[in-house]
């Protein structure tokens, strides 16, 4: 079965600095990943999306995630931080199989930046 | 393009009661899928619907139901609502059934008093 775990509920840097926000998953196939991003009171949208190319995946926003399957790790980084960046991000691993279409979320890492 | 819409984007029902939520995809999509978003539980799949047939569902009691018409909007409905109800529902469009690429809408907040 496909799972996501993210290490941490809560993250808080200082605007310009970087950002890390950990993802480990579990899959029985070879896993299409994806990192979402939430803004207070909005839909989600996808920031980048791992399906079996380059381990080094670039987002928008200046995010980048890498897939290292030794790790069975998906961490999100970014260089600086931005205030605009605050938001809830979530990883997330496709159903796999049959169940592609189901995405299963991790439960979320809120990202506070402060001034 | 314009995006996933979903209607009403904000509900407040009594326990007992029933509730229909509405999704229309962007343009062109076939496929939509709803989730329930809760504090407790997280984001979960409901089911995914394409070609007005239901394709993939998680675990929820048969009192979640959805269907999806032949210009591919969707309804969901809750029958029986119970105060665990209460949470963001998630409509997400994509172009083919069981794409891992999909498009969220700005969800329905139903709260169940």
């Known amino acids: 079965a496909q799972s996501v775990t993210q290490l941490d509920s809560h993250v808080s840097v200082s605007e310009g600095t970087p950002v890390l926000l950990r993802c480990n998953y579990s899959?029985?196939?070879?896993?299409?990943l994806f990192w979402y991003v939430q803004h207070p009171n909005k839909g989600l949208q996808l920031l980048l999306k791992?399906?079996?190319?380059?381990?080094l995946v670039k987002g928008i926003n200046g995010f980048e995630a890498e897939f290292k399957k030794s790790e069975t790790s998906f961490h999100l980084t970014k260089p600086s931080a931005h205030m605009s960046d605050a938001a809830e991000y979530f990883c997330?691993?496709?159903?796999?199989?049959?169940?592609?279409?189901?995405?299963?979320f991790g439960k979320g890492t809120k990202l506070s930046v402060k001034p | 393009k314009a995006g996933v819409t979903q209607t009403p984007r904000y509900l407040i029902k009594t326990r007992g009661q029933q509730v229909t939520l509405s999704c229309s995809p962007i343009s062109g999509h076939r496929s939509v899928s709803w989730y329930q978003q809760t504090p407790g539980q997280g984001l979960q799949f409901l089911f995914e619907y394409f070609s007005e047939t239901q394709r993939n569902k998680g675990n929820f009691p048969g009192r979640f139901s959805g269907r999806q018409f032949s210009n591919s909007r969707s309804e969901m409905n809750v029958s029986t609502l119970e105060l665990g109800d209460s949470a963001l529902y998630l409509c997400?469009?994509?172009?083919?059934?069981?794409?891992?690429?999909?498009?969220f809408g700005p969800g329905t907040r139903l709260t169940v008093t």
């Open positions: 997400a469009s994509s172009p083919r059934q069981g794409a891992w690429e999909q498009y």
């Open positions: 791992y399906t079996s190319a380059a381990t």
């Open positions: 899959s029985s196939y070879s896993p299409s």
């Open positions: 997330v691993v496709s159903g796999g199989g049959g169940s592609q279409g189901n995405l299963i």
